[in-house]
């Protein structure tokens, strides 16, 4: 199992970023997709799940309205994006997977830097 | 919501110690709702424990972890040299979100 994070970037206040998580080594189909981050210096905070068919999306309250996590199984791929983007967006972005959307996360990309400053 | 807290915020022991983590929630769970996992620096956390006491693949069997209620605990029954890193509890197994706790961080004495 690999999950390889990309797209990370420093970007100023207000614009927009696309992440992807490209999965390899699984059946990428059959596992629900989760978003976590994580700040300098503490600790992880879950962002968004997305179900193995893609029909069911769950977002943080903190992310709602700005970002939106999907996929394309036909790609093996996972993507969050991310818009009107503040400086408390500042994060290690990590994919994970799990068995189903409630599941634990048993696999973990090794995360991809976006920094949001003027 | 549930509010997920961990203590203490720092352990500090040596390699062979006996490491006692705690997760305290701010509602009554089911224990199989807790998962454990470890994050050293500069990587991406590993799940330890699931199901609230199954340990996950290829995780060594000096963790375990069990509880009730709102208190559970993770307990490593021998520190080895790279067992030192933080712990995060998370409740899971619900609608979302998924809650992670602070971290307890285990150093070295």
């Known amino acids: 199992v690999q999950l390889l994070e990309s797209g990370g970037d420093l970007i100023h206040p207000g614009g927009s970023l696309r992440l992807s998580c490209a999965g390899s080594?699984?059946?990428?189909?059959?596992?629900?997709m989760n978003w976590v981050r994580q700040a300098p210096g503490r600790g992880l905070e879950w962002v968004a799940v997305?179900?193995?068919?893609?029909?069911?999306?769950f977002h943080a309250e903190s992310v709602k309205g700005r970002f939106t996590a999907s996929r394309d199984n036909s790609k093996d791929t996972f993507f969050l994006q991310m818009n009107s983007l503040r400086g408390e967006d500042t994060a290690v972005y990590f994919c994970?997977?799990?068995?189903?959307?409630?599941?634990?996360?048993?696999?973990w990309g090794q995360g991809t830097l976006v920094a949001v400053s003027s | 919501e549930i509010v997920l807290t961990q203590s203490p915020g720092t352990l500090s022991l040596s390699p062979g110690e006996r490491a006692t983590l705690a997760c305290r929630t701010s509602?009554?769970?089911?224990?199989?709702?807790l998962a454990w996992y470890q994050q050293k620096p500069g990587q991406a956390p590993r799940l330890l424990i699931q199901g609230g006491s199954i340990r996950a693949t290829g995780i060594p069997d000096r963790f375990s972890a069990s509880g009730s209620g709102t208190d559970f605990t993770l307990t490593i029954s021998r520190l080895e040299p790279e067992d030192f890193a933080v712990y995060y509890c998370?409740?899971?197994?619900?609608?979302?979100?998924?809650?992670f706790g602070p971290g307890t961080t285990v150093d070295l004495k």
């Open positions: 994970a997977r799990g068995a189903t959307t409630v599941d634990p996360f048993d696999h």
């Open positions: 998370q409740l899971c197994g619900r609608s979302p979100p998924f809650i």
């Open positions: 997305v179900s193995g068919s893609g029909s069911t999306a």
């Open positions: 509602q009554t769970v089911s224990s199989d709702l």
């Open positions: 080594g699984f059946t990428f189909k059959n596992y629900a």
